[in-house]
T-cell receptor
Framework: ETGVTQTPRHLVMGMTNKKSLKCEQH?????MYWYKQSAKKPLELMFV???????ENNSVPSRFSPECPNSSHLFLHLHTLQPEDSALYLC??????????????FGPGTRLTVT | AQSVTQLDSQVPVFEEAPVELRCNYS??????LFWYVQYPNQGLQLLLK??????LVKGINGFEAEFNKSQTSFHLRKPSVHISDTAEYFC?????????????FGKGTHLIIQP
């Protein structure tokens, strides 16, 4: 595997379900990110992890719970979601050492549909 | 706080014609600037970035962009487009803080290449 991988690629879940999205980066990076991409809206930054520590939570509802066990893996745990949470969830990684200088590498995303 | 404006949601262009995709930003601090491309059912791929130095930046696939500080713009250009350039293009900024920075994205511009 190379780059940033995300599983599953597609997920359909009911509002009472609990599921998790997984992201893995094979680039030796130290920072990882979750973004939400909804139709007709800009990509929204959700969470930032730098050296496994959460450094940013962009006012995300508590029904989204991130976990970063090490610098290579990032999870997004989902529970009691709403239909408006349906979107493409993108994971990204970067060097994280120098402010903004390292570009972010994105995974292909997980297409989430909440029914 | 920063914001990014991509005024054109769609830009139709004939094949082999030149194209310019507009991006304006606002920020109270110095920023780094990026252009990403997203092909259907894929994640985002970096086209080019401006960190410092020459205001004309060259990227992949024949694209280039010019940073204009006085007009707070970072427009993307290509002298001759190809059918394969059909995609969504996103302009993004990050501020020059220390550590890992999330990106602030524009809403995107859908480039449509007509034969």
């Amino acid at each position: 595997e190379t780059g940033v991988t995300q599983t599953p690629r597609h997920l359909v879940m009911g509002m009472t379900n609990k599921k998790s999205l997984k992201c893995e980066q094979h680039l030796g990076h130290n920072a990882m990110y979750w973004y939400k991409q909804s139709a007709k809206k800009p990509l929204e930054l959700m969470f930032v992890y730098n050296f496994k520590e959460q450094t940013e939570n962009n006012s995300v509802p508590s029904r989204f719970s991130p976990e970063c066990p090490n610098s290579s893996h990032l999870f997004l745990h989902l529970h009691t979601l709403q239909p408006e949470d349906s979107a493409l969830y993108l994971c990204a990684s970067s060097q994280g050492k120098v402010a903004g200088a390292g570009e972010q590498y994105f995974g292909p995303g997980t297409r989430l549909t909440v029914t | 706080a920063q914001s990014v404006t991509q005024l054109d949601s769609q830009v139709p262009v004939f094949e082999e014609a030149p194209v310019e995709l507009r991006c304006n930003y606002s920020s109270s601090v110095s920023v780094y600037l990026f252009w990403y491309v997203q092909y259907p059912n894929q994640g985002l791929q970096l086209l080019l970035k401006y960190l410092s130095g020459s205001t004309l930046v060259k990227g992949i696939n024949g694209f280039e962009a010019e940073f204009n500080k006085s007009q707070t713009s970072f427009h993307l250009r290509k002298p001759s487009v190809h059918i394969s350039d059909t995609a969504e293009y996103f302009c993004a900024v990050s501020d020059r803080r220390g550590g890992a920075d999330g990106l602030t994205f524009g809403k995107g511009t859908h480039l449509i290449i007509q034969p």
